[in-house]
C-alpha cells in the first residue's frame, strides 16, 4: 500500500502431570505441508498480477521472467481475461489445468489510483450483501468497477469446467479487494476459496462476522507476516469499527527465510491479538515483512513500488 497511508494513520494426579493450555495455545498452531504448498501457490499467482504480460494478454499462460513462481510455472495455465485501468483494479482470471483451479486475482498497490484507493477509508454500507455491514470505501469501488465483467467471465469458466475450484487472491490492496469480491461471489452462489496476503482491513465488524461464517469450515485464508502494519490498517478510533475476518495464518519467520509448516501460526478469532495485530509496530518503507509472503510479493512491480 501507498507508504504516506502509514504516515497517517498494531494438580499433579498419581505420577503423571497435566498441562492445561491457555485459550491462546489452543488458537494457536501450525500448519500441514499441504496447506504450506498452497500458499505458496496461491501467493505466486499474486505475484504474477504485477507482471506486465500476465495483465495485457490473455490466451497465453501466466509467465514471470524472474523464476520465483515454480509451482505456476509448472502448471498448465491460461489467462481468460484481463482487467488495468487508471480507474480500477488490476488483475486476471486465468485457468490453472494440472490443479483444476479458477483464480481470480487483484494486483497489490503500483500506480497512484491504487494508492488513492488505499487511502479512500470511509466506510460504506453494503447491507445488500449483508445487513449492518461496511466496506472500504476505496476497496469497494474498485471490485465494483470489475464486478459485472469478473462476474461473467467466471460464470463462464465454472459452467464450462464445473470440477474446477475458484479461489479469489490478492496481496495487499489486492488483498482487500479479494476479500470484497470473494464474499460478493459467495452471495451470488459461486462456491470461492479467498486467499489474502497482508491485506488490509476491509471493513467494519459485521462484515468480518460475515465473511467467517460465510462458508465454513476454512475457506478463507488470510496470511499476516510478522510485524507487517498493513493488516492492521486502517487503525481503529473511537468512533469506527474497522475488523479483520478470522481466521489468520500468520508467518513468524524473517524475511527472506523459505517459510517451513512450524513457521505459520493458525490463530483464530476475529481481530485476534494472537499474531499480526498483536505485534510490534513497524512503520518502515518500503516494508521489508509486506514484501515476503512465501516468496517475493514484489518481483515484478518496478523497485519504486516494491512492497507496496
Given at each position: 500500500?501507498?507508504?504516506?497511508?502509514?504516515?497517517r494513520v498494531?494438580?499433579?494426579l498419581?505420577?503423571?502431570v497435566v498441562?492445561?493450555?491457555?485459550?491462546?495455545?489452543?488458537?494457536r498452531?501450525?500448519?500441514?505441508?499441504e496447506?504450506?504448498?498452497?500458499?505458496?501457490?496461491?501467493?505466486q499467482?499474486?505475484?504474477?498480477?504485477?507482471?506486465d504480460?500476465?495483465?495485457?494478454?490473455?490466451g497465453?499462460?501466466?509467465?514471470?521472467?524472474?523464476?520465483?513462481?515454480?509451482?505456476?510455472?509448472?502448471?498448465?495455465?491460461?489467462?481468460?481475461?484481463?482487467?488495468?485501468?487508471d480507474?480500477?483494479?488490476?488483475?486476471?482470471i486465468?485457468l490453472?489445468?494440472?490443479?483444476?483451479l479458477?483464480?481470480l486475482?487483484?494486483?497489490?498497490?503500483?500506480?497512484k489510483?491504487?494508492?488513492?484507493t488505499?487511502?479512500d477509508?470511509?466506510?460504506?454500507?453494503?447491507d445488500?450483501?449483508?445487513?449492518?455491514?461496511?466496506?472500504h470505501h476505496?476497496?469497494?469501488?474498485?471490485?465494483?468497477?470489475?464486478?459485472?465483467?469478473?462476474t461473467?467471465?467466471?460464470q463462464?469458466?465454472?459452467?464450462a469446467?464445473?470440477?474446477?475450484?475458484l479461489?479469489?487472491?490478492g496481496h495487499?490492496?489486492?488483498?482487500?479487494?479479494?476479500?470484497?469480491?470473494?464474499?460478493?461471489?459467495?452471495?451470488?452462489?459461486?462456491t470461492?476459496?479467498?486467499?489474502?496476503?497482508?491485506?488490509?482491513?476491509?471493513g467494519n465488524?459485521k462484515?468480518?462476522?460475515?465473511?467467517?461464517?460465510?462458508?465454513p469450515p476454512?475457506s478463507i485464508?488470510?496470511?499476516?507476516?510478522t510485524?507487517?502494519?498493513i493488516?492492521?490498517?486502517?487503525l481503529?478510533?473511537?468512533?469506527?469499527?474497522?475488523?479483520?475476518?478470522s481466521?489468520?495464518?500468520?508467518?513468524?519467520?524473517?524475511?527472506?527465510?523459505q517459510v517451513?509448516?512450524d513457521?505459520v501460526?493458525?490463530?483464530?478469532?476475529?481481530?485476534?491479538?494472537?499474531?499480526?495485530?498483536?505485534?510490534?509496530?513497524?512503520l518502515?518503507w518500503?516494508?521489508?515483512?509486506?514484501?515476503?509472503?512465501?516468496?517475493?510479493?514484489?518481483?515484478c512491480?518496478?523497485?519504486s513500488d516494491?512492497s507496496?
Amino acid at each position: 500500500m501507498a507508504g504516506s497511508m502509514i504516515c497517517r494513520v498494531l494438580g499433579v494426579l498419581s505420577l503423571s502431570v497435566v498441562v492445561i493450555a491457555s485459550p491462546a495455545q489452543l488458537a494457536r498452531r501450525a500448519i500441514s505441508s499441504e496447506l504450506l504448498e498452497r500458499f505458496t501457490l496461491f501467493s505466486q499467482f499474486a505475484t504474477l498480477s504485477a507482471c506486465d504480460q500476465n495483465i495485457n494478454h490473455t490466451g497465453q499462460s501466466l509467465t514471470c521472467d524472474y523464476g520465483t513462481c515454480g509451482l505456476v510455472a509448472a502448471d498448465n495455465t491460461t489467462v481468460i481475461n484481463t482487467f488495468h485501468s487508471d480507474n480500477g483494479p488490476t488483475g486476471y482470471i486465468a485457468l490453472d489445468h494440472t490443479r483444476q483451479l479458477i483464480v481470480l486475482t487483484f494486483r497489490g498497490t503500483v500506480s497512484k489510483s491504487d494508492g488513492n484507493t488505499d487511502l479512500d477509508i470511509v466506510l460504506t454500507p453494503i447491507d445488500d450483501v449483508c445487513t449492518g455491514c461496511k466496506a472500504h470505501h476505496g476497496f469497494w469501488v474498485y471490485w465494483s468497477a470489475v464486478a459485472s465483467q469478473a462476474t461473467t467471465q467466471l460464470q463462464y469458466a465454472t459452467n464450462a469446467y464445473p470440477g474446477y475450484r475458484l479461489s479469489v487472491v490478492g496481496h495487499s490492496l489486492g488483498g482487500g479487494i479479494a476479500a470484497l469480491a470473494g464474499t460478493v461471489l459467495r452471495t451470488q452462489g459461486f462456491t470461492v476459496d479467498i486467499w489474502t496476503f497482508g491485506g488490509p482491513k476491509p471493513g467494519n465488524m459485521k462484515l468480518a462476522e460475515f465473511i467467517t461464517n460465510q462458508q465454513p469450515p476454512n475457506s478463507i485464508y488470510r496470511a499476516t507476516h510478522t510485524t507487517d502494519p498493513i493488516p492492521k490498517v486502517p487503525l481503529n478510533l473511537p468512533f469506527l469499527d474497522w475488523s479483520q475476518p478470522s481466521p489468520e495464518y500468520w508467518i513468524t519467520q524473517e524475511t527472506g527465510v523459505q517459510v517451513t509448516t512450524d513457521g505459520v501460526e493458525y490463530i483464530e478469532g476475529i481481530n485476534s491479538k494472537a499474531g499480526n495485530a498483536g505485534s510490534d509496530r513497524d512503520l518502515r518503507w518500503p516494508n521489508p515483512e509486506h514484501g515476503w509472503y512465501f516468496g517475493n510479493m514484489s518481483v515484478c512491480a518496478e523497485p519504486s513500488d516494491a512492497s507496496s
